[in-house]
Each structure stands twice: as C-alpha cells, then as structure tokens.
C-alpha cells in the first residue's frame, strides 16, 4: 500500500525520507535527455567538448529530491543518459566514459555537501530554498568543489581522447558545469520552492505592471547592450538589484537568467563585445562569467531581502505578542483584589491600577486620580507613628494604618520590591503592592489575647500539681507499684508545660509587638553570637562570615534561630554529631537564609505539613520527644516579617534544609529607590 502512495504522490517534499515517484523519475531522465541534447548541439568545430552544459543542474535537483538510500536511482540513469547522449551525437569513448563518470561524482560530490552545509534547504532536510546570504554562499561553495572535481575528472578524459589540453581546458569544463548548475539548478530549486512551499511576496514589493515594466527594459537594455562593441555589460547588473529587491528570489532570478540569456545568445551569434575574443571558448568563458555575476548578484540581494523580510516579520510578531502580553496583564492587574503601583526613581507613579485608585480615593476623596495617588504613596512610605499610643501587636512587619478623613482607620498590608531597568534607558523604580487587612487585623488582637492569657493562667495550676506529684513520689517506696504512676503523671505534666510554653511562644511571635530593627546575623553582637549554647560537645554550629545584615525584631527572629538550630542538635542520626550550617544571600530587597543540618531529614511527603501546629513527621515521632509547634513559630515570625519558609533536602543528604527570607536592612538597601 505504501508503495502505491508513493508512486502516485505528485509533488515531492525534497526531504530525502521517501522515494521519489516513477513518474517523476521518468520526467527527470527525460529532462535531462533534452538538456544533455542541448548542450552538444553547442559544440562548436574544432571542439571536443560543449560550451554550456544545462543538463548538470537539472541532475542536481534530481539527486537533491531522491532519498539517499536510493541515489542509486538516480546516478545510474544518469551514467547511461549521459554516456548515450555523448555517443549518439558523435563523442569519443574516452569522452563518454570520463563525461559520465565526472558528471555523476560531480552530481554526488555537490548534493552531500549540500546536504552537510545547508540542511534548511529543499531536498537536504529543510524547506527552503536561498533565503539568506549565508545559505547562498555556502550552497555556492559546494557547487563549486564539486564542479573542481568534475573537472578534473572531465579533463583527464580530454587527454585520453587525443585532445589537445592547456590550461583553458579545466577551467572551461568548471565554468560549464558551474554555470549550468548554478543557473538551472538554482532556477530549478527556486521553483520547487515556489511549486510545493508558501512563499511571501516582499514586505516592499512591487506591482504586475512594475513587473512587466522592469522585464520590457530589461530585454531591451540587454538586446542594446550587446548590440553594440563598447563594454557596458555592467550596466545590466542593475536591472538585476531592481529585480530582486522588489520581487521574490524566484522571479528575480528567472528574471536574472533571461537578461544572461540573452547576452550568451547574442555572443555565440557574433553580437557584443565578448564577440571581440576569437575563441570561442574564450567568448563562452567570460558570458558564463557575466550569466553568473548576474545571477548571483539577483540571488544575493534576493536572499539578503528574504532575511531581511524575516526579520521585519518576526519583529513584527514579536510586537504583536508584546502587545497581547502586554493588554493581558493590563486586564490581569485590573482585575486582581491588590492595590498595585509603579514608582519611578524620583518616587512618582508611573503605573497603578484599579484596586490602587480605589484605595487613593477613600484616602483622597474627590481628588483626581493622579493627586489622590501621590497622597496614597505618600502615606504609605511615609507613615504618621504615634509614638505616644499603645503597641498594636495585631500589626505586622510592613502593614501601615492610615487615618481616613470620616475617623475610621485603613490598614494595608504593603509590600516593595526593585524593578531595575524599568523604563529601558538605566533608570529603575519601584513596585508597591497595597493588601487591605483592616478587618483581618482586627479580629488578631483578641485572638491573640486569648492565647496569650490562657497559655499564661494555665501555668499556674500546672505547677502547683507538678509539685505535688514531685511530693507524692518522693514519699512512697520506688518498689510500690503506685510510685510508677506518679512518674508516668509527672512527665505528662512535664509535656503539657512544654506544650504550654509553645502555645504562649507562638501565641508571642504571632501577636506581640515586633520592634524591628537593623540587626547583624553574625559576629559578636549578632543574632547567632550565643546559638552554639545549642548544640552538644561534638556538635558543630558553622556560621558564614558574610552574613548580611537583616531589619527584624530581634527577639523574634532570635527564636527563630533557636528553634532550627535546636532541631539541627536535637533530630540527629544515632553515633553521628549534629553539624549545622547557616549561611545568607541578599536577594533584592530581602535575605535569603538558609539553615541546613546533617540529621534524619524530613520525608517529601511531610515537609509541608510540618509547618502545622502540633504536626510531627513519622521519621521523628516514634523516637524524639517534642510539642509540633516549633516550626509552626518559625512559620509565624517569618511571615509576620513578611517572608517565606520552606523544608529542602540536604544536597548531599541525609538532613534538611530551611529556606527562609528577612527584610534586608534598610542601611543596605539605602541605594534602592522607595519614592
């Protein structure tokens, strides 16, 4: 069935995967045939060999379009082709030989490096023909080392027939066959191209009657010029530029070969100043010369066009997505609940969108977008502190309450982050997202009272039944069966105390006051200064030198470190010393730190629900004693300094790795602009 599809596929693709149909195998053979035919008529007398040779460009294209599994059906056809045709119009054996053989290693010589050097072209894996300069020089050059080694091959065969040879032989049979794949070749791929591919008209191109126009002067210049004995072929070159420039490569280079055409003509016929030179030879040599700097001066600027017109049309698209993108998340901002606005580096707004003028005009309102915007941002950089009223604990690291004009009270949530090189000329600015979190914040602070109170009140009694307990077991005999009770009893007391204190911990780090500050992380009178008190006699705590500073409240974030560097101490492999290591990064305008120990680690599947209170992975619950609550803390204080924590694998492992960020100190983030 495959091979009835293939013999009835009417247009090859030229990618070299299928055979070429019989039918176009026959059309090929015969196509040659007549151009073989062609090219010994221009024999001239006292010559052995022809002055153009057609044929070698068509042999080409047929090579090109096969696969290469089966070049064989198309380098044996024309061996015999070749060799009938040389023998029937009257060529010597040893010029049928020779002439066939330099054909058909010319043919194969030409088509392999063209399908190494330019894959993109038809028939050597792509879909194009010469759209770029590059693909022409390059499909050029292998033209013209396989027409070198045809021609020594062809000459070898002239000095075998009893011909005389000098050094016009070689370079005559390289300009015929160079010429005549190069034109009819090149002719021939520009309209398979055109034939099986969708080619675009030029982004500047010119009309039908421009193109009648262009071909009327065209011959007519040509028939003139070579009508005449002064040299002024150069001037047809032009004609040429024009072709190409304005029309696709195909019709610049039919156009291109028609005006060469018409010299070569007019030449053989005595007309013209290449008719000066005797020799024909000669004569054929330079108007191949002239056939070629036309042709490729037409495919040149053609390609270069192409290029040219892909570029601009990529562009084009690119600006077109650009501008989808771009209304896109024009539509996306629009739509979303957060205030948002664009700063530039002198602090004014550039950018906002509807959320962030709402919020303008509840602080503003009646004035215009543009001052109630100015107010907002103004507000919000610069906040009015109180230093006079109560803490606000429900407040968090970067919300701003602001007083409205009817007494009731807005609280954002805001947030900045650098956008360097915003406007594309150096300058950078700055993005604040707006979060309202008035009612959020409201109902914080009785919750977190509660906690607070009641973490506090249950201590009390706790400890007076520890005591008691303590008591009752120190009287009775440790052999009574009741005094392993009381133990039981008292280091159940001893895990609610524990618990107690994490619950008051965390009900701290989520509602008390946060007094941030610049604070270093190492050195003497960093935050990390005491944290080896952590760890055991043949533990290890190492602490980066470089650390940067961060802007935190300091007892919150020195809980923070206690609770993971503990766990790094506390959660090791049995007869393995815990080894911890802090190390930090800036990161715009925050600090990225991470906590990392040798210990037993955390299973994939638990290492985001560790962050829960009360929640204990199944790695340490069987064999470590503890409340779940102190990653819940460390979860709190980061993100009540608005930041992020998360549990990594140790790289390499066993152990564990907490990734958490800090707002970077404001010394260290003076140079980033904030309005």
Same mark, same amino acid.
């Given at each position: 069935?495959?091979?009835?599809?293939? =013999?009835?596929?009417?247009?090859?693709?030229?990618?070299?995967?299928?055979?070429?149909?019989?039918?176009?195998?026959?059309?090929?053979?015969?196509?040659?045939?007549?151009?073989?035919?062609?090219?010994?008529?221009?024999?001239?007398?006292?010559?052995?060999?022809?002055?153009?040779?057609?044929?070698?460009?068509?042999?080409?294209?047929?090579?090109?379009?096969?696969?290469?599994? =089966?070049?064989?059906?198309?380098?044996?056809?024309?061996?015999?082709?070749?060799?009938?045709?040389?023998?029937?119009?009257?060529?010597?054996? $040893?010029?049928?030989?020779?002439?066939?053989?330099?054909?058909?290693?010319?043919?194969?010589?030409?088509?392999?490096?063209?399908?190494?050097? %330019?894959?993109?072209?038809?028939?050597?894996?792509?879909?194009?023909?010469?759209?770029?300069?590059?693909?022409?020089?390059?499909?050029?050059? *292998?033209?013209?080392?396989?027409?070198?080694?045809?021609?020594?091959?062809?000459?070898?065969?002239?000095?075998?027939?009893?011909?005389?040879?000098?050094?016009?032989?070689?370079?005559?049979?390289?300009?015929?066959?160079?010429?005549?794949?190069?034109?009819?070749?090149?002719?021939?791929?520009?309209?398979?191209?055109?034939?099986?591919?969708?080619?675009?008209?030029?982004?500047?191109?010119?009309?039908?009657?421009?193109?009648?126009?262009?071909?009327?002067?065209?011959?007519?210049?040509?028939?003139?010029?070579?009508?005449?004995?002064?040299?002024?072929?150069?001037?047809?070159?032009?004609?040429?530029?024009?072709?190409?420039?304005?029309?696709?490569?195909?019709?610049?280079?039919?156009?291109?070969?028609?005006?060469?055409? !018409?010299?070569?003509?007019?030449?053989?016929?005595?007309?013209?100043?290449?008719?000066?030179?005797?020799?024909?030879?000669?004569?054929?040599?330079?108007?191949?010369?002239?056939?070629?700097?036309?042709? =490729?001066?037409?495919? &040149?600027?053609?390609?270069?066009?192409?290029?040219?017109?892909?570029?601009?049309?990529?562009?084009?698209?690119?600006?077109?997505?650009?501008?989808?993108?771009?209304?896109?998340?024009?539509?996306?901002?629009?739509?979303?609940?957060?205030?948002?606005?664009?700063?530039?580096?002198?602090?004014?707004?550039?950018?906002?969108?509807?959320?962030?003028?709402?919020?303008?005009?509840?602080?503003?309102?009646?004035?215009?977008?543009?001052?109630?915007? $100015?107010?907002?941002?103004?507000?919000?950089?610069?906040?009015?502190?109180?230093?006079?009223?109560?803490?606000?604990?429900?407040?968090?690291?970067?919300?701003?309450?602001?007083?409205?004009?009817?007494?009731?009270?807005?609280?954002?949530?805001?947030?900045?982050?650098?956008?360097?090189?915003?406007?594309?000329?150096?300058?950078?600015?700055?993005?604040?997202?707006?979060?309202?979190?008035?009612?959020?914040?409201?109902?914080?602070?009785?919750?977190?009272?509660?906690?607070?109170?009641?973490?506090?009140?249950?201590?009390?009694?706790?400890?007076?039944?520890? $005591?008691?307990?303590?008591?009752?077991?120190?009287?009775?005999?440790?052999?009574?069966?009741?005094?392993?009770?009381?133990?039981?009893?008292?280091?159940?007391?001893?895990?609610?105390?524990?618990?107690?204190?994490?619950? #008051? *911990?965390?009900?701290?780090?989520?509602?008390?006051?946060?007094?941030?500050?610049?604070?270093?992380?190492?050195?003497?009178?960093?935050?990390?200064?005491?944290?080896?008190?952590?760890?055991?006699?043949?533990?290890?705590? !190492?602490?980066?030198?470089?650390?940067?500073?961060?802007?935190?409240?300091?007892?919150?974030?020195?809980? =923070?470190?206690?609770?993971?560097?503990?766990?790094? *101490?506390?959660?090791?492999?049995?007869?393995?010393?815990?080894?911890?290591?802090?190390?930090?990064?800036?990161?715009?305008?925050?600090?990225?730190?991470?906590?990392?120990?040798?210990?037993?680690?955390?299973?994939? $599947?638990?290492?985001?629900?560790?962050?829960?209170?009360?929640?204990?992975?199944?790695?340490?619950?069987?064999?470590?004693?503890?409340?779940?609550? &102190? #990653?819940?803390?460390?979860?709190?204080?980061?993100?009540?300094?608005?930041?992020?924590?998360? %549990?990594?694998?140790?790289?390499?492992?066993?152990?564990?790795?907490?990734?958490?960020?800090?707002?970077?100190?404001?010394?260290?983030?003076?140079?980033?602009?904030?309005?």
């Amino acid at each position: 069935m495959s091979e009835v599809l293939e =013999l009835e596929d009417p247009a090859p693709t030229g990618t070299g995967r299928s055979a070429l149909p019989l039918s176009w195998v026959v059309a090929a053979a015969v196509a040659y045939a007549l151009l073989a035919v062609l090219g010994r008529l221009t024999v001239v007398q006292g010559q052995t060999v022809s002055l153009v040779w057609p044929g070698a460009g068509a042999a080409v294209i047929w090579l090109l379009a096969e696969a290469p599994r =089966l070049w064989w059906r198309a380098l044996v056809p024309l061996l015999l082709i070749h060799g009938a045709v040389s023998w029937a119009t009257g060529g010597a054996w $040893s010029l049928v030989v020779f002439g066939a053989v330099s054909l058909a290693v010319q043919t194969a010589v030409v088509v392999w490096l063209v399908r190494r050097w %330019c894959p993109s072209l038809l028939g050597a894996g792509g879909t194009q023909s010469f759209r770029s300069p590059r693909v022409l020089a390059q499909a050029s050059a *292998a033209i013209a080392l396989g027409c070198l080694v045809g021609a020594v091959i062809g000459t070898v065969g002239v000095a075998a027939s009893g011909a005389e040879v000098d050094a016009w032989t070689p370079a005559a049979w390289f300009a015929r066959h160079f010429t005549g794949v190069l034109v009819f070749g090149g002719l021939g791929h520009l309209a398979w191209e055109w034939r099986t591919q969708s080619v675009p008209p030029r982004a500047q191109g010119g009309s039908r009657l421009e193109l009648a126009l262009l071909w009327a002067i065209s011959l007519a210049a040509s028939s003139l010029v070579f009508l005449q004995p002064l040299p002024l072929v150069f001037l047809v070159v032009a004609l040429s530029v024009w072709s190409a420039a304005r029309y696709p490569t195909f019709l610049a280079a039919l156009h291109a070969a028609a005006v060469g055409s !018409v010299g070569f003509v007019l030449t053989l016929a005595g007309q013209g100043p290449f008719a000066e030179l005797g020799d024909p030879v000669e004569q054929a040599l330079l108007i191949q010369v002239f056939l070629v700097a036309v042709l =490729l001066t037409g495919l &040149g600027v053609g390609a270069l066009g192409d290029r040219i017109d892909e570029l601009v049309s990529s562009l084009t698209r690119s600006r077109e997505h650009a501008a989808e993108q771009a209304e896109l998340l024009a539509e996306m901002t629009e739509s979303m609940g957060e205030g948002l606005v664009v700063l530039d580096d002198a602090g004014r707004v550039v950018r906002s969108n509807g959320a962030s003028r709402r919020l303008a005009h509840r602080v503003a309102p009646g004035a215009d977008d543009g001052s109630a915007l $100015s107010d907002l941002v103004a507000q919000v950089l610069h906040p009015v502190v109180d230093r006079a009223a109560a803490p606000r604990p429900e407040l968090g690291v970067g919300d701003v309450p602001i007083r409205l004009a009817d007494g009731d009270e807005l609280v954002l949530a805001v947030s900045r982050a650098p956008l360097s090189e915003q406007h594309g000329d150096g300058r950078s600015g700055t993005l604040l997202v707006l979060r309202e979190v008035t009612e959020h914040r409201k109902g914080l602070r009785p919750l977190a009272g509660f906690a607070s109170t009641a973490a506090h009140d249950l201590r009390g009694p706790l400890t007076a039944i520890r $005591s008691w307990i303590s008591l009752a077991a120190e009287t009775l005999d440790p052999d009574d069966e009741a005094h392993e009770g009381l133990q039981r009893a008292e280091r159940a007391s001893l895990q609610m105390a524990d618990m107690i204190d994490d619950l #008051l *911990a965390h009900a701290l780090a989520e509602a008390g006051d946060l007094v941030p500050v610049d604070v270093p992380l190492a050195g003497a009178d960093g935050l990390l200064a005491h944290a080896g008190d952590l760890l055991g006699p043949d533990d290890e705590l !190492v602490i980066g030198s470089d650390l940067p500073a961060v802007h935190a409240d300091p007892v919150a974030v020195r809980q =923070l470190f206690a609770n993971l560097i503990g766990n790094g *101490a506390k959660y090791t492999r049995e007869g393995v010393p815990a080894r911890v290591v802090v190390t930090a990064r800036r990161q715009g305008a925050r600090v990225v730190v991470e906590v990392e120990d040798n210990g037993v680690g955390v299973e994939e $599947s638990e290492r985001t629900l560790i962050f829960q209170r009360f929640h204990r992975s199944g790695a340490v619950r069987a064999h470590f004693r503890g409340t779940g609550m &102190g #990653l819940s803390i460390c979860q709190t204080v980061v993100q009540r300094h608005g930041g992020t924590i998360e %549990c990594l694998a140790a790289d390499p492992g066993p152990g564990s790795v907490f990734r958490f960020d800090l707002p970077a100190a404001v010394s260290e983030t003076a140079d980033v602009p904030v309005g």
